[in-house]
């Protein structure tokens, strides 16, 4: 056992360590942040994109393709780009994510309108009988019975 260790030791010596921290591929360790910290960063987001006088749905989505997923362009036309299976993957969350929080704020306008369904009946009342217009009437009724549901 002795022989072995001794072996070892020296042929580290003689080859040297190819372990990432002596290879200069120190292993990171993550980073750890505060809540007013994401606060922070989440308010520098949203100061920036109000910022953004062009399209900045486009201009964001093409800054998390290329710093988020590591797109190293973005595809034009017929051109094609390559991307991790990992990024893909990413992007794919991302999607489902957001249509996850679309189905839910749909789903609570739904509950919203149903528990206030009273409000709803006594508004589209009120306004039914002070709308003098026949066809602006008849406008509004179709639009409430829509918001009914009916």
Do not use: H, Y
């Given at each position: 056992m002795r022989a072995f260790v001794v072996g070892v030791l020296v042929a580290v010596a003689v080859l040297g360590c190819y372990c990432r921290r002596c290879n200069g591929q120190e292993v990171a360790k993550p980073a750890v942040m505060t809540s007013t910290e994401v606060s922070q960063w989440k308010s520098q987001l949203f100061d920036g994109l109000n910022q953004i006088k062009q399209d900045p749905y486009n201009t964001v989505a093409d800054l998390l393709l290329l710093n988020g997923f590591g797109?190293?362009?973005?595809?034009?036309?017929?051109?094609?780009?390559?991307?991790?299976?990992?990024?893909?993957?990413?992007?794919?969350?991302?999607?489902?994510?957001?249509?996850?929080?679309?189905?839910?704020?749909?789903?609570?306008?739904?509950?919203?309108?149903?528990?206030?369904?009273?409000?709803?009946?006594?508004?589209?009342?009120?306004?039914?009988?002070?709308?003098?217009?026949?066809?602006?009437?008849?406008?509004?009724?179709?639009?409430?019975?829509?918001?009914?549901?009916?």
């Open positions: 797109l190293k362009s973005i595809p034009k036309g017929k051109e094609t780009v390559e991307v991790s299976a990992d990024n893909k993957a990413k992007m794919d969350k991302v999607i489902k994510s957001i249509k996850a929080v679309l189905g839910f704020a749909i789903i609570r306008q739904a509950q919203i309108v149903q528990e206030n369904r009273e409000a709803v009946d006594a508004a589209i009342a009120s306004a039914t009988d002070t709308i003098t217009d026949e066809k602006a009437r008849k406008a509004f009724l179709q639009k409430a019975q829509l918001l009914r549901g009916e």
